[in-house]
């Protein structure tokens, strides 16, 4: 019980995490009861608990973890952080807990999956939970099948997404486990509940037997539809609103919204994947389809046919194949093929849907015109085929190309069409199938109806039939007024019996409509009693058809009261319904008149009619009057009485008098009665004439206008302008025109047929009467209000004299609006005249466009045009685009047919040639308004291009670019725009102008809809990615747009759209919607009666921007916008408008008070980062320059825009230098206020500064030169350190100012160049400086030298790069410079480096000439001092710091510190002493610098004796203790970046501390991309270093020097193992090379290097490919030429020599004859001794090829004997031993030695032994005898014969030092590992482990054995369990009797033993193995 009191102490978190299972037990219970009484959801208890709740989950006590799950289902429910927890918990579920046989723990697991997807975490589970369905394991497989359908069965399809799992649906099935194959039954079931039949084309391959199953299981399922009945944590009002109904029992009417909330519609089609088809097209494919023979052309269809039978298709470029299977079908002459073309275009529109929309408009008319074939296949296909290509696109793409074949003589395709048009019609929807497509089909079918072929006329009456049901009677009536009643009535029949598409969906989209005015259309049914019946409608799905009827029965019957409002607005335009029956009334004879009029008028009153007695007839006419005044309507014969009038004396009447009182009757009859055209037609041609006259002109008028309300104005006005045209009397023509300018603006423009009036006009203009000619123009200035500019276009070919007039007129109308109709409308009902108007505005306006003549110009786009706009020469592009533009002009206006000029005009919409995309962009908007409305076709395949034009970088094009989307967007309007997937992929791209134009431009649109597609929620993501965009203007301009985005999608959609967002981003863009809502205007409404005017001001306002191109009018669209704003004050958006506006004018204000304060850097997180991805990326330039061009200078401006405050942006970058002496003394004084702006900008203010650089201002140079040198003690203070980015577009453009005239300039420039050092690595400056010594000006040359000098002499010869004798010969050339100053300065520098590193620098600079080599000499001899031992860093080059910085000073600023002084310096520092610690003087201080730098051998220099005061001596002495940081657990939280993840590894490999060194180094090289990157010198460098190290004899003294050695030894192996293999060989050569030329060198380096190339040569095998074979033989050449032949026969020593053949024997054998190809690096090969010998070797092995080839040792001796005949003895003895040696064939080798052994007893092969090493004679000795043990049949030796193979057994690798960290590719700086290698090189120089050079020291430890237990790369929390670990096996060594030198001597040969040699026996290696496993537990 002792132990249960221990840890029942333990805080509750640390008890869940014991090693005692009931401590953990007792955990989860207390963890449990903790989370429930938590009652604040962020409470920082929760946190605590983050990194444990998977433990909760996978513990691996049954008991504990129920509890445990129970604790976890707490947390998850409770906590506000619990979404962290997500995937490693749901995968911990998955794996640990699924697999349980306790059914409550899968109870539990499966409540805590449901619990994630409760708090908005559902894709992780269900991404845990389809991995889980890969297990092997069928039980965990059964349960994440069932907690995918419990999860889906109550969160409902919107919130689990199907389309994964009915992916893997399929392959559940495959499975072996019935349990499996059960569960997924259910799961199918499940998924039929939600999407019905989209389920079956997936599974359509399922076992027959198990479809089978499933069908019967799919019948039972109910039909209701499927409800969510668990909630969301953002779904709460849902679940209330649930929870409510199930209160009450059943649904409430709150149901019928939800049903269609809970249920999206899912389309098979969306579950399926695309299949890519382009691609496997038969290669000759395009050739075969063109073929002769019309076999080859149908395989090359059938290949096509197969490929399009995918259900669903990938999107592509599939231009070309439609245009050659449109090709087949219109031009084969093979009927069979035709159907075939027809079939694949058929399954190509039904595979891409919506994609196949663009090509749509090609195929259509190619097709119709097809079905003049009388085959019933083809037809059968050709139908098929265009009713796919129809669900591709819309009818308004493709009216023009169907209405242009209606007109066709061939009979069938009339009938085809019409057909065609019929089952089209059954997709639309009411609002779908506007006025405006209703209005030129139904004329066309019309005519159909009346044709001579039967089966025209049926098809034609189909149509209507169909149009009539979609659209309903009240829109298609106008048009049929016409027809006769047989036809109507057989048209309604027709209309019965229809079946549409969308059935219930109508009247449900009717519904809607009528409660939402979203769109424009009325719906099918209205009127006040039309919106209760409408709502019945909805519900009932064959109701639809009922209501217009009913209503179209109702009013015929007359006397009614209901007959005026019964037919609501049928009357708003067209005919109303009573005179559908009316306008045919007959005319009736004078007698039926006669008895007619007499039954209602007095007796007297017909006599007098014509009385001779002007009196009596004027008397007459009173009583008339009084008559008709009293007359009911239903009673009035209005014609028996107009024709009463016009009887004799009638319209002749000469008496003004009773003419006054005559037409003032006719009009009281019009107005009273049910006055029908024929009445009309007897009193106009009276009231014409009268029109003039001066005293009934004005009754007369007003009797027409009576008329014109009773008959429709647009009737009316035809025949009054007829008839007045038809006479001669100039004074009616006058009127006529006046009356009609005046009834327009009464009544409105809505139906009148323009194109009368206009040729009537043209009349009139022509006349020679000016008051003719005045009204004429009147009459176009009133037309113009409505129609707009297009109407000028009529006149253009007027003289100029009228048509100045004409436009003068224009502009008096211009920036009125059209008053609102007064008449017309006095019968119509409320319910619906508004939604009509502005319907009937857009029809007048699309009349007008219509009517324009246009031209088609389809054979003036001609191949050989296409071909110039294509051309390789952009002039003669230029002229094809010329060509276009004089076509278009000379057409005016033009038919959709341009046959292929939209990809010409495509492909240069990205031409290189800027303003050849200019003259693109005006050709596309001078297109626009040439062709019209009809331009909509073209918006996918020309409009979306124009749109990524508005991402060019040059200003005036984006400008271009948006005038041209403008000009389209007011032909085709929005919805074009914005289907489909195209515009939310132009945002998706990054680029910044593309996003600020495009979302500036939905800013100005979208408020102006009513309704937009669904599609434009694809958009969303990437708004709320601008929103997060690091340019200024983006933000913006994307939180402009929000509120109008929201305005359409609701905050609900917009909402839940953050759910993908990371969580950072979510808050963040979840606040600015917050702030959008309250923002967000109303939706424009229908114009309403209260602002009815608006009416009026919409088409002026959409038509103003066009006048644009035909004047210059930029102020009309200015002026109109505001207008339209005002006139829509009455609707429900003026608040929110003018709230916006407000804000607007105010900001500006705003800006110029509290201008400048505020920060003038803004921080924008990971913008430089990005940034520099940017660059890296090539998405912006580089900055690299001579001279600054203007678009570098754009470019910054750009990027500073979002970091830089505005006006000081502005001050930056002014033309006038003073300007810029402001900003710098700005920015010099918030440099301190604002250090962490200054480092988040600090690329953006260098590059501006190096702009500076290059002004002839020297007060700007000074000042920026001051800001510089405070900038520097800055960001050192801060120990910031450049990144590559900032330092390579920075320090260049500096060195160019070292060689200013100006000497103070030069001095200011060296001091910052200096400062530079603190905050960038030396060895990097060194780089840029040496080259600045390639300058041409001289004074630069040689200061650059003269800064070298002081680098070298401040930082010792490592910084030289790349090697110091590369360096130093480059600065030698320097000494024969023609300038002086260059010369002293170049020797200077030499006599620096001399001074530190002694006559190694004659060696380094090479050969100089006699007269260079004579001078530096001299200048060595007078002014060398004595190398010192190691360069100490100069005190006043580099001030000590002396603040004392705070231990966490922010170490994720530290960039690579390469400058190691620094670092000392720094914990120096972090010690004591600060500035308040009493001073001790400089003589009696530490030299802590020497100290450091300390390596053995240190001079002595005596300083001469001064007198001191001796108290201060004996104060304590503070040596300060190397400070090293340990690696902090939160390691991985804390490198996010690369950058600073390699940043921290640079500070463990430049630690003090050797073990913390070393594991820097094996994380270096644990990750193979960095390893690859360090070049052969820094590769040579770190094994000088490292082999020096383990033969330094004082690590053996360290506390843990074996250790030490061993991990060193691992190291080596990890370096050769990962560096890249050739930098890697060419570095140990070179190291070879040098080890054996230096006479210091101890013979121990040169054999341990050699043992590295062995091991090279082993693994050769498998590297030789990747190795660059060139460079290496050039380094074998080069060592060659050290050591010819004489030398090494004087070298006692044989085996450097020896390994360098074994290499190149290796690589004869690998590569053969081959090998001779890659002698190409070495100049004359022909005095190479490396050919020479590379010959040999071949020769040799051609020879030997025979008895290669017998590898079995039992042929040995036969080899041998062969051998032996035809070669020397040593020869063969060397082959063999060169076998021992390699690793493939060593056991080959024995065996061969051991025959040879046998055969020559007497041959000697100590010679071979001799010189190799201890270790390898013992192994050979030990392999001889063990094969003659084996040979004599004693069976293995059992236990170990020597030492190593115990070295080998129990060599643990001291893996502690390999730190795995999580280098995630995040954009840090990537910097290359050459950097880190020289840092280590640094320390190693530091640490004095380069001159240890005890030769006669024995070697430590096998250096290259491989290690018998696989290394792990062991995190950070392993390290100290692993030191625990090494310890014991220390001890454990101890114990085994090894005599250390034992041990040493036998160390260093194991390369050549490889593990798999006999000695290492396997059984005995087991068996160690066990032992120290059981010594360690």
């Known amino acids: 019980m002792g132990d249960d009191s221990e840890w029942m102490k333990l805080p509750i978190d640390q008890k869940c995490e014991h090693k005692l299972w009931k401590a953990r037990l007792n955990g989860y219970e207390e963890a449990l009861k903790l989370f429930q009484k938590i009652d604040d959801e962020k409470s920082p208890e929760w946190s605590k608990y983050l990194g444990l709740i998977k433990k909760f989950v996978t513990d691996s006590n049954a008991v504990a973890q129920l509890k445990g799950l129970e604790a976890a289902l707490a947390y998850v429910e409770n906590a506000h952080v619990a979404g962290k927890t997500t995937g490693e918990v749901a995968s911990g579920v998955v794996t640990k807990v699924f697999n349980q046989p306790k059914a409550r723990a899968k109870e539990l697991g499966l409540d805590i999956c449901l619990m ?104 039972k399922v109910s039909s209701a539809a499927p409800k969510q009945t668990r909630f969301l944590r953002s779904q709460q009002e849902l679940k209330a609103k649930f929870e409510q109904q199930q209160a009450v029992g059943g649904d409430a009417d709150g149901g019928d919204d939800d049903e269609e909330e809970a249920v999206p519609q899912v389309d098979a089609y969306e579950l399926l994947e695309a299949v890519e088809i382009l691609s496997k097209l038969p290669k000759d494919f395009y050739e075969k389809i063109e073929a002769k023979k019309w076999q080859e052309r149908k395989e090359a269809l059938e290949a096509v046919e197969v490929l399009v039978k995918n259900p669903k298709l990938e999107s592509g470029d599939y231009a070309d194949l439609v245009k050659v299977l449109k ?6 002459t093979n009927v069979m093929l035709v159907a075939l073309a027809a079939k694949c275009l058929a399954g190509l529109a039904t595979g891409l849907r919506k994609k196949f929309g663009q090509y749509a408009g090609h195929v259509v008319p190619t097709i119709l015109e097809k079905f003049k074939e009388k085959k019933p296949q083809v037809v059968q296909a050709l139908q098929e085929a265009i009713d796919a290509i129809f669900l591709t696109t819309t009818l308004q793409n493709i009216s ?121 259309k009325t719906p099918a049914v209205s009127g006040p009693g039309g919106d209760k019946e409408t709502k019945d409608a909805a519900t009932k799905p064959g109701s639809l058809k009922k209501a217009p009827t009913a209503k179209s029965g109702g009013p015929p019957k007359k006397g009614k009261p209901a007959a005026a409002t019964g037919m609501g607005g049928a009357g708003a335009k067209g005919k109303k319904g009573p005179e559908t029956k009316e306008i045919f009334e007959s005319e009736l004879s004078i ?103 001066v005293k009934c002109g004005s009754n007369a008028k007003e009797a027409m206008t009576a008329i014109a309300e009773a008959c429709q104005l647009p009737w009316t006005a035809e025949q009054v302008v007829a008839m007045a045209f038809s006479q001669k009397n100039p004074k009616n023509q006058s009127e006529t025109l006046n ?169 240069r919409l990205n031409d290189s040639n800027k303003i050849l995309v200019q003259q693109t962009l005006s050709i596309l908007q001078q297109l626009a308004t040439a062709m019209g409305p009809n331009i909509k076709q073209h918006v996918k395949n020309l409009g979306i291009p124009v749109i990524t034009v508005l991402g060019d970088s040059k200003n005036n094009v984006r400008a271009a670019a948006l005038a041209t989307v403008n000009a389209w967007a007011e032909q085709t309007g929005m919805k074009e725009w914005l289907e489909g997937e195209d515009l939310s992929a132009e945002l998706k791209k990054e680029n910044p102008f593309l996003r600020q134009e495009l979302l500036g431009w939905l800013a100005e649109k979208l408020p102006t809809l009513r309704s937009v597609p669904s599609d434009l929620l694809l958009c969303v993501p990437h708004l709320y990615s601008c929103l997060e965009d690091r340019n200024g203007d983006v933000r913006k301009k994307a939180q402009d747009a929000l509120p109008f985005f929201m305005m359409h999608l609701g905050f609900e959609k917009m909402a839940k759209a953050t759910g993908k967002l990371k969580p950072t981003s979510k808050d963040q863009v979840l606040a600015m919607l917050e702030k959008a809502k309250a923002n967000m205007p109303a939706k424009p409404a229908p114009p309403a009666k209260a602002s009815s005017r608006a009416v009026g001001g919409a088409p002026p306002a959409k038509f103003q921007p066009a006048s644009a191109l035909a004047e210059d009018s930029g102020s009309n669209t200015m002026e109109s916008k505001p207008d339209a704003k005002k006139a829509k004050a009455g609707g429900p958006s003026s608040k929110a408008k003018g709230v916006q506006g407000k804000k607007v004018l105010s900001k500006p204000n705003l800006k110029e008070d509290d201008d400048k304060s505020g920060p003038i850097f803004i921080i924008v997180p990971n913008g430089k980062e990005q940034r520099m991805k940017d660059e890296k990326g090539l998405k912006v330039l580089k900055w690299n320059f001579t001279t600054p061009r203007d678009e570098y200078i754009e470019q910054l401006k750009t990027q500073m825009s979002s970091c830089v405050a505005k006006w000081l942006q502005d001050e930056m970058f002014h033309a006038d230098f003073q300007h810029h002496n402001k900003a710098l003394a700005v920015m010099i004084e918030h440099l301190e206020s604002e250090k962490d702006g200054v480092i988040s900008c600090l690329d953006l203010i260098l590059k501006w500064l190096t702009l500076r650089f290059f002004d002839t201002n020297t007060s700007v140079l000074m000042k920026t030169l001051e800001y510089l040198k405070l900038l520097f003690n800055l960001l050192s203070q801060e120990e910031y350190h450049l990144t590559e980015n900032e330092a390579s577009s920075f320090i260049p453009y500096l060195i160019l100012k070292v060689g200013e005239p100006k000497d103070v300039i030069r001095k200011d420039v060296r001091a910052i160049l200096n400062r530079m050092c603190l905050i960038y690595p030396a060895s990097k400056m060194f780089t840029f400086i040496m080259e600045g010594t390639k300058s041409k000006n001289s004074k630069q040359r040689a200061e650059c030298l003269e800064e070298l000098g002081c680098l070298v002499e401040s930082y010792g010869m490592n910084v030289c790069q790349p090697t110091p004798g590369k360096a130093l010969k ?89 400058d190691m002084s620094s670092k000392l310096n720094q914990n120096r520092n972090m010690g004591s002493h600060s500035e308040t610690a009493h001073t001790v003087p400089r003589e009696f201080q530490l030299d802590l610098d020497e100290i450091e730098n300390d390596n053995g051998a240190v001079r002595c220099e005596m300083p001469a004796l001064v007198q001191h005061k001796l108290d201060d001596i004996f104060e304590p002495v503070l040596i300060p203790e190397p400070k090293i940081r340990s690696v902090s657990p939160h390691f991985d939280d804390m490198h996010s970046s690369i950058a600073s993840t390699i940043n921290f590894v640079i500070s463990q490999v430049a630690s003090g501390d050797i073990n913390t060194s ?31 190290l383990l033969l330094d004899s004082r690590v053996e003294d360290l506390d843990k020097g074996v250790q030490v050695i061993r991990s060193v030894n691992l190291l080596v192996l990890k370096v050769l193992e990962k560096s890249d293999q050739t930098n890697m060989l060419s570095a140990l050569l070179v190291l070879l090379q040098d080890s054996l030329l230096a006479t210091a060198s101890s013979p121990k380096f040169s054999e341990l290097v050699m043992k590295c190339l062995w091991r090279m040569v082993r693994v050769l095998p498998e590297t030789v490919n990747s190795i660059n074979l060139d460079r290496i033989l050039l380094d074998v050449h080069i060592f060659l030429k050290a050591f010819p032949k004489e030398k090494l026969k004087q070298c006692k020593n044989w085996v450097p020599m020896r390994t360098l053949k074994t290499l190149l024997h290796s690589l004869c054998k690998l590569k053969g004859p081959k090998i001779l190809d890659h002698l190409t690096m070495i100049e004359n090969k022909n005095e190479s001794d ?248």
Not at 327 to 332: F, L, N
Not at 812 to 832: L, V
Not at 836 to 846: I, L, R, T
């Open 1370 to 1458: 480059e600065m030698a050339t320097h000494i024969g410079d023609r300038d002086n100053t260059v010369r002293n300065a170049a020797l200077n520098t030499i006599v620096t480096v001399y001074n530190v590193h002694g006559d190694q620098v004659f060696k380094l600079i090479g050969n100089l000439s006699d007269k260079d080599m004579s001078m530096l000499e001299e200048r060595i001899k007078r002014s060398a001092k004595r190398p010192s031992a190691a360069p100490v860093r100069q005190v006043e080059e580099k001030p000590q710091r002396t603040q004392n910085i705070s231990a966490n000073a922010s170490m994720l600023r530290k960039g690579p510190a390469e």
């Open 1730 to 1977: 490396l050919e020479a010998y590379l010959y040999r070797i071949l020769k040799y092995s051609m020879d030997q090829s025979g008895s290669k080839s017998d590898k079995d040792t039992e042929k040995g001796a036969s080899c041998i004997e062969e051998k032996a005949s035809k070669a020397k003895v040593s020869d063969i003895l060397a082959e063999i031993f060169k076998k021992i040696g390699s690793k493939e064939n060593t056991k080959e080798g024995l065996a061969e030695l051991y025959e040879y052994k046998k055969k020559y007893s007497d041959a000697d092969i100590e010679p071979f032994l001799k010189n190799s090493s201890q270790f390898f004679q013992s192994y050979v000795e030990r392999g001889l005898r063990l094969i003659e043990t084996e040979r004599e049949g004693k069976g293995s030796i059992a236990g170990s014969t020597g030492i190593s193979s115990q070295i080998e057994g129990t060599c643990v690798p001291a893996s502690t030092h390999t730190v795995s960290s999580s280098i995630g590719n995040t954009n840090g700086e990537e910097v290359g590992p050459s950097v880190y290698l020289e840092r280590l090189k640094i320390l190693r120089q530091r640490c004095g482990l380069d001159n240890a050079k005890q030769e006669d020291r024995p070697p430590v430890t096998s250096l290259l054995s491989k290690p018998a237990v696989p290394t792990v790369a062991s995190s950070t929390d392993m390290l100290h369990s692993k030191l625990s670990q090494l310890r014991e096996s220390r001890e454990q060594y101890q114990h085994l009797d090894l005599d250390s030198n034992q041990t040493h001597s036998s160390g260093l040969g194991t390369t050549l033993a490889s593990p798999s040699s006999a000695a290492a026996n396997i059984d005995d290696l087991k068996k160690r193995l066990e032992r120290i496993k059981s010594s360690r537990k």
């Open 739 to 907: 009356w009609l300018s005046n009834a327009i603006k009464e009544f409105g423009f809505s139906g009148l047929n323009v194109k009368a009036f206009i040729s009537n006009v043209k009349t009139a203009l022509a006349a020679t009467n000016p008051a003719v000619r005045t009204s004429a123009i009147t009459l176009l200035g009133v037309m113009y209000l409505y129609v707009g500019p297009p109407l000028r276009m009529f006149f253009e070919d007027e003289k100029p004299a009228l048509l100045s007039q004409i436009d003068a007129e224009f502009e008096k109308m211009q920036g009125q609006t059209a008053p609102a109709p007064t008449r017309g409308i006095s019968r119509h009902s409320g319910g619906s005249g508004d939604d009509g108007e502005e319907e009937e505005q857009e029809d007048v306006v699309n009349d007008v466009v219509d009517l324009l003549p246009r031209t088609d110009i389809g054979d003036k786009i001609t191949a050989e045009l296409v071909s110039k706009i294509g051309d390789k020469n952009w002039k003669i592009r230029k002229e094809g685009l010329d060509e276009v533009t004089s076509i278009i002009n000379d057409a005016k206006f033009i038919q959709p047919n341009i046959g292929e000029l939209p990809a010409a005009l495509k492909s």
């Open 327 to 332: 090709k087949v079908v219109g031009k084969d």
């Open 591 to 693: 007698e039926v008149c006669e008895e007619k009029a007499a039954a209602v008028l007095p007796a007297s009153c017909i006599q007098q009619l014509d009385s001779g007695n002007w009196k009596e007839r004027l008397a007459c006419m009173e009583e008339f009057q009084k008559a008709v005044e009293l007359m009911e309507r239903s009673e009035m014969p209005c014609q028996a009485l107009v024709r009463m009038l016009a009887k004799k004396p009638g319209w002749k009447e000469t008496n003004f008098q009773v003419m006054q009182m005559k037409l003032h009757i006719v009009a009281l009859i019009a107005q009273k009665g049910n006055f029908s055209k024929t009445s009309a037609q007897v009193v106009l041609d009276g009231l014409v004439d009268k029109v003039g006259d």
């Open 116 to 219: 994630y997807i409760e708090i908005e975490k559902g894709e992780a589970v269900q991404e845990e939970l389809l991995k889980g369905l890969d297990n092997k394991n069928p039980k965990i497989i059964v349960a994440c099948i069932e907690t995918l359908r419990k999860a889906l069965s109550e969160f409902g399809s919107k919130i689990i997404s199907l389309k994964p799992i009915i992916k893997v649906l399929p392959k559940l099935f495959e499975s072996r486990e019935k349990a499996v194959r059960d569960e997924a039954k259910l799961l199918a079931v499940e998924i039929y509940r939600w999407i019905r039949d989209a389920l079956r084309p997936p599974l359509q391959n399922i076992n027959s037997v198990q479809l089978k199953e499933l069908e019967e299981e799919w019948v």
């Open 400 to 520: 023009e190309d169907v209405l242009a074949v209606m007109d066709n003589k061939n009979p069938t395709i009339k009938q085809q069409t019409s057909l065609f048009i019929a089952r089209s019609f059954r997709h639309c929807t009411p609002s779908t199938l506007p006025k405006s497509l209703l209005k030129p089909f139904c004329a066309a079918l019309l005519k159909h109806i009346n044709d001579s072929a039967p089966e025209v006329r049926d098809a034609g009456f189909e149509a209507l039939g169909t149009a009539l049901k979609v659209a309903g009677e009240k829109a298609v009536n106008p048009f049929l007024a016409d027809v006769d009643k047989l036809k109507l009535d057989r048209i309604k029949e027709c209309a019965e019996k229809v079946e549409l598409v969308y059935g219930k969906k109508t009247g449900g989209a009717a519904e809607k409509k009528e409660g939402k005015p979203v769109t424009g």
């Open 1558 to 1588: 070393i594991k820097g180094l094996a994380q270096l090289f644990q990750i193979e991309s960095l390893a690859r990157e360090a070049s052969t010198g820094v590769l040579k460098d770190l094994m000088h270093g490292l082999i020096t």
